[in-house]
């Protein structure tokens, strides 16, 4: 921007029932000494008639989208709608807002304003970091007591951050300094107390408020009756629950939001308990795991991560059911390789593969090889299929069964050192008679380094167990190593791969 001028404000007003908070920010604004014109969506001038806002600032319209871009040194668009943000991420332009903000060459600032279970949702969470990524800036909402227009009713939501908040990271910007405590701060303190959701979200599941909630309303009152809690120390749990967009309430009664419904899926109750009890105090430890050489579990337990789930069939059970990925397990099933065939999952856990295979294919039979008191779970729920299984309590890095026509490595090997891996893959080859065929499934890292979509569950295969994600040489080059010839490799839905591996005798 020019030293010679005061500096371009231009601000885009969106279609949310936050934009009748606009004069007071425009006031707020125009006192930065910036010269400010507005930009309103039809929407927002519903809310707000286009005569009150001329009041404040200049009013302009989009008829030349490029012109206004250009003479802008910022654009912020406050509010900022889903429907809005999204447009602005996806290159669309639905109305005058988004428009602009595509044709503007500098980075935007954004102030999103919607229903607190919209702005949880996981497509609107894609937009934002696909804007972030863009060199843009989007201010998350804070918690604030909301007019909800669908209901007529205030309840506790979100909202852009205080005029005084506002203001500043305005001026920052118009300053050049763009400093972190203002911009980067929110998004900091989202990462550095993400452990708040995971406890609120286990603490609601362990007391089964899905279940006591039901498709009803209930006041404080009368689920700490059914908890035996005191309501106010319940209350700060439920309106926690409320921002996070998992509980809504309306004159003090409670009720369950389409997320929040999903607490009481056996899916999420498991995950939401793993990561509660297992993963979260291990993570605790990431930094020794990065240092020393022990893993961030057994820092945090004094064993590995086999050993505890072996000791506490409870917890074993919990995890093996967290661990279960469904699409991923019916995808896998339903390969005709498994008809006719004596397939032995090695690793096999509570026998949540092995029962897909066995129900598709009634020529299957199977064997299922783990701890002995995961293997006990797998017992029974296999029970159904009587002889066409067994299950085998061992540890297969010490021996497999030589009898297999298939053998399923599944989200297994990801969990190993290379020397353990490598290991495994050998009793494997000395196993396999020789028409058998060997299946890893697995996620494949790419070779790019720049490529970080799966850094978390790497993060976690190495905090856990010590293991590592694997690019395609990497894979090569430890079946190599065990006396195997390179796979085929085939993808598998949910960006999971599986290598074909074929016994020596038959390469």
């Excluded at 007391?207 to 009756?225: K, M, N, R, W």
């Excluded at 494997?428 to 070779?447: K, N």
Aim: proline share 6%; charged share 20%; aromatic share 4%.
């Amino acid at each position: 921007m020019s030293g010679d001028r005061p500096p371009r404000l231009l601000v885009g007003a969106c279609g949310s029932i936050s934009v009748v908070k606009l004069p007071a920010q425009l006031t707020a604004l125009r006192a930065l000494g910036a010269d400010v014109k507005v930009v309103l969506t039809g929407s927002a001038a519903s809310f707000l008639p286009v005569g009150t806002v001329r009041r404040f600032a200049d009013v302009v319209t989009d008829d030349d989208h490029v012109s206004l871009a250009r003479w802008a040194d910022l654009f912020v668009v406050l509010p900022c709608t889903a429907n809005t943000l999204a447009a602005i991420a996806q290159g669309l332009t639905p109305n005058s807002v988004s428009t602009i903000a595509i044709a503007h060459r500098r980075p935007l600032l954004l102030f999103p304003a919607m229903n607190a279970d919209m702005w949880a949702a996981p497509s609107v969470t894609r937009n934002v970091e696909t804007l972030r990524a863009d060199g843009h800036t989007v201010i998350d909402p804070v918690p604030a007591p909301v007019y909800e227009v669908a209901s007529g009713q205030v309840v506790d939501g979100i909202a852009p951050p205080p005029v005084d908040q506002v203001v500043a990271l305005v001026r920052d910007r118009l300053r050049g300094t763009d400093s972190a405590a203002a911009v980067v701060a929110p998004r900091l303190q989202a990462l550095i107390r993400g452990y708040r959701g995971t406890a609120v979200v286990g603490a609601a599941v362990r007391l089964e408020l899905a279940e006591h909630l039901g498709d009803g309303e209930l006041t404080a009152a009368d689920l700490a009756g059914k908890l035996g809690a005191e309501p106010e120390r319940l209350r700060p749990l439920l309106s926690a629950l409320v921002h996070c967009g998992l509980l809504a309430v309306r004159d003090g009664r409670y009720r369950l939001t389409g997320d929040g419904l999903l607490l009481a899926t056996p899916a999420v109750r498991t995950a939401a308990l793993a990561a509660n009890e297992l993963a979260a105090p291990a993570h605790a430890h990431l930094a020794d795991a990065v240092t020393g050489p022990v893993t961030a579990f057994e820092r945090a337990f004094g064993t590995d991560v086999f050993s505890y789930l072996d000791a506490d069939p409870g917890l074993a059970q919990v995890y093996g059911d967290a661990i279960a990925t469904p699409g991923l397990i019916e995808a896998v099933a339903r390969r005709r390789d498994h008809a006719n065939k004596h397939v032995v999952d090695l690793g096999g856990g509570t026998g949540a593969l092995m029962a897909e295979i066995l129900r598709h294919h009634d020529t299957a039979r199977g064997t299922v090889v783990d701890l002995p008191s995961t293997v006990d779970l797998a017992r029974e729920r296999l029970r159904a299929f009587g002889d066409r299984v067994a299950c085998v309590a061992g540890d297969f890095r010490e021996a497999v069964p030589r009898d297999g026509d298939l053998y399923l490595l599944c989200r297994v090997l990801a969990n190993w050192t290379d020397d353990d891996a490598t290991r495994v893959l050998e009793r494997c080859r000395a196993a396999m008679p020789r028409h058998a065929v060997l299946y890893i499934v697995e996620m494949v890292r790419s070779t790019d380094d720049h490529d970080v979509s799966h850094a978390f569950g790497e993060l976690e295969l190495h905090a856990t167990y010590g293991g590592r994600l694997r690019t395609v040489p990497q894979w090569n080059a430890l079946l190599s190593a065990a006396g195997f010839a390179a796979p085929r490799a085939a993808s598998l839905p949910g960006g999971w791969t599986i290598l074909r591996v074929e016994a020596p005798d038959q390469q």
